[in-house]
């Protein structure tokens, strides 16, 4: 089939909620939660959809996978109208909550992919080369016969991650996926996602608060606020037009008074300035440039770069007065 993978027009979801006003009244508001989102989603990207607490992504999530009905406006994926085509979309995307889990708690994980197997309606020849390909990939072997209540959360989401694959979608959907996970198990999903749309062609939409997870898997990023689309582009367009500071962390043998160096901002210090925090505009410089001017002025023991963080981002976003939305 050709077409976008996901076609959204004029979007909106709204929810009736009864809020407290005073001691005893109580007023009906409604909420906007998804407000007008028009886009699309070609075959084969790999899109971060974005945005603050509250500002409609898992409502999004839930309308294009089926779970949720439209106030109004029009959501196609995969070409299926995802409420009445449930069962069919069913077949055509894989879904992966974070918060949530699609596996049996009490049953092993190999039990759970027999079951997902049969519901998909797979040969049970082909369910068992799927996942055994699955397992070989995502490390599971020594895991399948552990109940998944007793797996750790990066082992329980390489499992969902391998049940959301299991009859090939075409498009896999993750609501924060490494959400809880240490780096060493965000590292290691991330690095599958990758190979497994390199290998497949796989789409990939995903939600995330963590900007390292659209540095690595995305090439397009959509920022929603309040329900609204202020961003459709690239990663480092977003970063252009916020033009947030990158800080570099940097340890030195001993106590030192703060380092003064080009193009960089002096954050804070600790211990006695053993460690210093350095904050420059990566439009104007690199990186690598402040670590060579640091180094050429002191001895650099250890380094860390730290990214600004989503929330940071949107919320310079929101605030530039002159954003319109681009839908
Ligand atoms: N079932 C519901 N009933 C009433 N309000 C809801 C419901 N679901 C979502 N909302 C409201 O809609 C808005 C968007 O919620 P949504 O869960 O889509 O945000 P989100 O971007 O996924 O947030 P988070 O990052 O916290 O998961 C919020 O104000 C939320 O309180």
Excluded at 23 to 38: K, M, Y
Aim: net charge neutral; with cysteine.
């Amino acid at each position: 089939m050709s077409g976008p993978i996901i076609e959204l027009a004029d979007l909106r979801r709204s929810f009736v909620v009864r809020r407290k006003v005073g001691r005893l009244r109580r007023e009906r508001t409604e909420v906007r939660a998804v407000d007008g989102i028009s886009l699309r989603v070609e075959p084969g990207e790999s899109v971060g959809y974005i945005g603050a607490n509250g500002a409609g992504k898992s409502t999004t999530i839930k309308m294009l996978t089926g779970i949720l009905v439209p106030t109004s406006g029009s959501v196609r994926t995969c070409g299926l109208d995802p409420v009445p085509q449930r069962r069919r979309l069913a077949a055509e995307i894989g879904v992966v909550f974070g918060q949530r889990s699609q596996l049996w708690w009490d049953l092993p994980l190999r039990d759970s992919f027999r079951v997902l197997g049969a519901l998909h309606r797979l040969d049970a020849g082909v369910a068992h080369r799927r996942s055994a390909e699955l397992v070989d990939r995502l490390d599971l072997e020594r895991l399948l016969d552990t109940p998944v209540r007793q797996l750790s959360l990066g082992e329980r989401m390489r499992g969902e991650v391998a049940a959301a694959l299991l009859h090939r979608p075409r498009l896999l959907v993750l609501d924060e996926p490494t959400i809880g996970m240490d780096m060493i198990s965000k590292e290691r999903l991330r690095r599958f996602l990758v190979e497994q749309r390199e290998a497949s062609g796989t789409t990939l939409l995903l939600t995330t608060h963590d900007m390292s997870d659209i540095e690595r898997l995305c090439d397009r990023v959509l920022v929603v606020d309040r329900g609204r689309l202020v961003h459709d582009g690239t990663l480092a367009g977003l970063a252009e037009t916020v033009a947030l500071d990158r800080v570099l962390v940097v340890d030195l043998p001993g106590p030192h008074p703060d380092l003064v160096v080009r193009d960089v901002r002096h954050v804070d210090s600790e211990l006695d300035g053993q460690r210093q925090r350095l904050a420059f505009d990566p439009r104007r410089t690199t990186a690598a440039r402040v670590l060579s001017d640091v180094s050429a002025q002191v001895e650099v023991v250890d380094l860390t770069l730290s990214e600004p963080a989503i929330e940071d981002v949107v919320q310079t976003l929101y605030a530039r007065p002159t954003e319109e939305p681009v839908d």
